[in-house]
């Protein structure tokens, strides 16, 4: 069982969650079935009404590059995805509120509405073109996963192997923009190489949106230990992730994941800890998580593993809200 460092906090109130990561803009395109993101739905994980089941304030929407799209027509489609996000969003009656720096963030979640950021999975989007990352930004995009499971103009894959290649000329470059504009670093699906490489020249700390821990589970997508400790070197954020063949090669179920969240936290420490779903991007899911709406049992789960009121409050939301804060500025739009 995890043992807090801290005294336990009698203040109950951490109902509220910003998870780091959903591919539900796939569904918005109208291309994966009927789909009503207004209304409860029979398939998919995420709708507004399973967002607030759920206890969701803050919601970070991937654009996923298609695999189909990676050598050609990635920055259209990525526009196409951005597109169907404000239609479906623009329609929910303001109880969804697209945010583009920390103030509007605080603003919205203090509302009691939902903040959604936008990011897209997938450094094809911007076609090996820095002006493209500026028009992403002025389009209301504030994060960028440099990869996805291929090397690409930025940098290698984790799926590629250890012998993938690190962070490229263009991909320092790309930092250093990111960091310049104010924008969300996600290194979900980047190689070693390029892991280390992209913590040497940044400026700002990162996230791993999606992710678990490879002590637990040899997966190349998993962080080692060596790589929490440099994230939280970085003072960066880990989502961990829902996927089953993240948490366990053989029976994934909710102690599992719990194992992780334990693991995580006596390595990269509860301050560098968070949630990143994967959900609607993942085609399996854990019985006791099988969407959104059950997130609760999350919470209870890491209270009985120890964890005290604040650290939980950390690991669902204040973590991923302080990356906003340090990254998300709003000074972007005067400098550029």
Not at 25 to 52: C, I, M, Q, W
Not at 175 to 189: F, Q, S
Not at 241 to 247: D, R, T, V
Request: aromatic share 8%; hydrophobic share 40%; charged share 25%.
């Amino acid at each position: 069982m995890y043992i807090s460092l801290r005294e336990k906090n009698k203040d109950t109130d951490v109902d509220r969650i910003f998870d780091a990561h959903c591919d539900t803009v796939l569904h918005f395109t109208g291309e994966h079935g009927s789909y009503n993101f207004l209304k409860e739905n029979n398939h998919a994980h995420v709708d507004l009404p399973r967002l607030k089941k759920g206890g969701i304030k803050a919601q970070i929407f991937a654009l996923f590059i298609e695999p189909c799209f990676k050598s050609g027509g990635a920055l259209q489609r990525c526009l196409r995805l951005l597109n169907s996000f404000y239609e479906t969003v623009d329609g929910c009656g303001n109880e969804i509120i697209t945010v583009y720096d920390y103030p509007q963030f605080i603003e919205v979640t203090e509302s009691g509405k939902i903040a959604a950021l936008l990011l897209v999975e997938g450094g094809e989007a911007l076609e090996g073109e820095l002006k493209n990352l500026r028009k992403l930004f002025f389009l209301g995009v504030r994060g960028l996963g440099l990869t996805w499971n291929f090397e690409n103009e930025i940098s290698g894959a984790a799926m590629e192997g250890p012998g993938s290649k690190g962070l490229k000329s263009f991909g320092k470059k790309v930092v250093r923009e990111m960091n310049r504009l104010g924008m969300i670093i996600d290194l979900a699906h980047i190689s070693p190489k390029g892991f280390q490489d992209v913590l040497a020249v940044t400026d700002a700390p990162v996230i791993v949106s999606h992710a678990n821990a490879a002590a637990l589970c040899n997966h190349p997508r998993n962080l080692t230990d060596e790589q929490m400790k440099l994230l939280r070197d970085n003072k960066g954020v880990l989502g961990i992730s829902f996927y089953p063949p993240f948490i366990d090669h053989r029976e994934a179920g909710l102690d599992r994941l719990l194992d992780h969240f334990e693991h995580a936290a006596d390595i990269l420490g509860v301050d560098y800890l968070g949630i990143g779903s994967d959900f609607d991007g993942i085609d399996i899911v854990l019985k006791e998580l099988r969407d959104v709406s059950f997130l609760p049992r999350l919470t209870a789960g890491l209270r009985k593993r120890g964890f005290s009121e604040t650290e939980i409050r950390k690991i669902l939301f204040e973590n991923f809200l302080r990356i906003v804060k340090e990254t998300v500025t709003g000074e972007g739009n005067e400098v550029c």
